[in-house]
């Protein structure tokens, strides 16, 4: 779990200044294998991105 939070915060950080704007909360209730940590972050940057660029998740472009 601390690993995702870890990933959590650095994703915040390079979607920066983009979400100065919101006010978020981001809870890891759990962890996730090691073996998807990269696909777990690609996640949460095109989800930022998407919050950043107003397009609902379900729009943007999905991971590869």
Do not use: H
Request: net charge positive; with cysteine.
């Amino acid at each position: 779990r601390n690993r995702v939070r870890r990933l959590l915060r650095e994703a915040v950080r390079r979607a920066r200044p983009g979400i100065e704007a919101f006010d978020m909360i981001l809870r890891a209730k759990r962890g996730c294998p090691r073996q998807e940590t990269r696909r777990f972050a690609a996640e949460a940057d095109r989800l930022l991105a998407a919050l950043v660029a107003g397009v609902r998740p379900a729009e943007a472009a999905p991971a590869p």
